[in-house]
């Protein structure tokens, strides 16, 4: 897919396109990995997916993984590398752009004030106070002409807290802010649920993803959400969502697993089946 860079008219191609077609609302489709594996990175990369979230939060993922995992997907130029950071932490959102990510998602935000912070720690000065890198990774990517990196750049926080529901509408409405992202299973506790696909919370949950979804829209920001297969993940993107992540490596490294020991020996395997703990975003 391609898009147009603002103000040049230069046609962007592959994981260039990612931030200009995020900001158009186009339908987007991505994959999650949370295992430390820069080789096993590199094949998913390979696959067309549109991006490719790296777990930074809860993933085992650790700074120094950062890196590998980001160089595994640009290897394979076909998606675009996007780097979920530890917390609404300037630092943080500063190093992983400059690893070379094309975008952040930035979790547990509750409030516009939180939002803001997020959103201008991927601007640099005077539209935000990000740190002009020099010459690290995200240059060779990006650029170093500040207003150029700052359109090439997306700014995603998550929906995922009670707070962010109360403050949905403000958050959504944050200058610089790209594109709000639904972690399913932190919503879910939020709702009261005693665990992630918990039945007694499911209306409650669809009633909250709709009033997320909608209030993206009419902010003219991007709305995505995780999901646990990619048929749930087409019909997210069938209703108001415009991108969606499917499950994760280590999820899928242990279904694939159990399902052949299962056919091996017979029979189902205990443990073959998560119950949304591995996939939660």
């Known amino acids: 897919m391609s898009a147009t860079a603002p103000g040049t008219g230069q046609q962007l191609q592959g ?32 696959l067309g997916y549109d991006y490719i979230g790296i777990d930074g939060q809860h993933g085992i993922l650790h700074q120094a993984g950062w890196q590998s995992a980001l160089l595994a997907v640009d290897s394979r130029q076909r998606s675009a590398g996007v ?46 106070t990000r740190s002009l890198g020099g010459p690290v990774r ?6 170093s002409v500040p207003d150029e990196v700052d359109e090439a750049v997306a700014c995603i926080v998550m929906i995922e807290t009670a707070a962010a529901l109360e403050n949905l509408e403000a958050i959504c ?12 299973a932190d919503l879910s506790v939020a709702l009261g649920a005693r665990y992630f696909g918990d039945p007694d919370v499911a209306k409650d949950l669809e009633d909250a993803l709709r ?18 297969t990619g048929d749930a993940a087409a019909e997210r ?15 899928h490294l242990q279904q694939i697993a159990a399902d052949h020991l299962g056919a091996a020996r017979g029979g189902a395997v205990r443990g073959g089946a998560v119950r949304g703990g591995a996939v939660r975003a």
């Open 211 to 228: 009033r997320v979804s909608e209030a993206a829209e009419r902010a003219g920001i991007a709305c995505g959400i995780h999901c646990l």
């Open 138 to 143: 995200g240059e060779v990517r990006l650029g």
């Open 15 to 46: 994981p260039a396109a990612f931030t200009a077609r995020l900001r158009r609302r186009e339908r987007m489709v991505g994959y999650w990995i949370a295992c430390d594996n820069p080789t096993g990175t590199e094949r998913v990369a390979g």
């Open 83 to 128: 780097l979920r950071v530890p917390s609404v932490d300037p630092i943080a959102i500063g190093m992983a752009l400059d690893t070379g990510a094309r975008g952040v998602i930035v979790p547990m935000v509750g409030t516009a004030e939180e939002a803001a912070v997020a959103a201008r720690a991927c601007r640099h000065q005077p539209k935000g």
């Open 173 to 184: 409405a944050t200058p610089e802010l790209d594109a709000v992202y639904v972690g399913p």
């Open 237 to 251: 993107l069938g209703e108001n969502f415009t991108f969606a992540t499917v499950s994760s490596d280590i999820t």
